[in-house]
C-alpha cells in the first residue's frame, strides 16, 4: 500500500518561496502520475501541478505557472514543488497525491477522482 507523507509547508512572507516535499513509500511502481492539490478555506480542492511518472511530463493549473516547478528524485518515490513568488492567494493546505490509473490531467483540467492515494497535507500560509 503506496503512503505520502507531505513536509516543507510553513509561513512566508508575499514574494517569498517554498519547497514542499512529498515522499512516497509502499508499492510505487504501479504509479502513473502524482501531483500536488491544494484547498483554502472556503474554497473547493483544486489542482496545482502533476507529473507523469516515467516521461516526466508536467502539467500546471494557470494561476501557478512560471512561479512554481512541479519535480521528482531520480528514484522517483520523492515528489518536490518549488514555490516562488509566492501570493497571499497561495495559502491554502497542500496535498499530495497518486495515481494508479486514468488521466490526471486531460482538457486542461486536473481528474482528481483518478488520484487514489491522498498525503495527510502541509499548511502554506503566504501574508501580505
Known amino acids: 500500500q503506496v503512503q505520502l507523507v507531505e513536509s516543507g509547508g510553513g509561513s512566508v512572507q508575499a514574494g517569498g518561496s517554498l519547497r514542499l516535499s512529498c515522499a512516497a513509500s509502499?508499492?510505487?511502481?504501479?504509479?502513473?502520475?502524482w501531483g500536488w492539490f491544494r484547498q483554502a478555506p472556503g474554497k473547493e480542492r483544486e489542482g496545482v501541478a502533476t507529473i507523469y511518472t516515467d516521461t516526466g511530463t508536467t502539467y500546471y493549473d494557470a494561476s501557478v505557472q512560471g512561479r512554481f516547478t512541479i519535480s521528482q528524485d531520480s528514484a522517483k518515490t520523492t515528489l518536490h514543488l518549488q514555490m516562488n513568488s509566492l501570493k497571499p492567494e497561495d495559502t491554502a493546505l497542500y496535498y499530495c497525491?497518486?495515481?494508479?490509473?486514468?488521466?490526471?490531467?486531460?482538457?486542461?483540467?486536473?481528474?482528481?477522482?483518478?488520484?487514489?492515494?491522498w498525503g495527510q497535507g502541509t499548511q502554506v500560509t503566504v501574508s501580505s
Open positions: 497525491a497518486s495515481s494508479s490509473g486514468g488521466f490526471c490531467y486531460t482538457g486542461r483540467s486536473f481528474r482528481a477522482n483518478n488520484f487514489n492515494v
Open positions: 509502499g508499492v510505487t511502481s504501479r504509479r502513473v502520475c
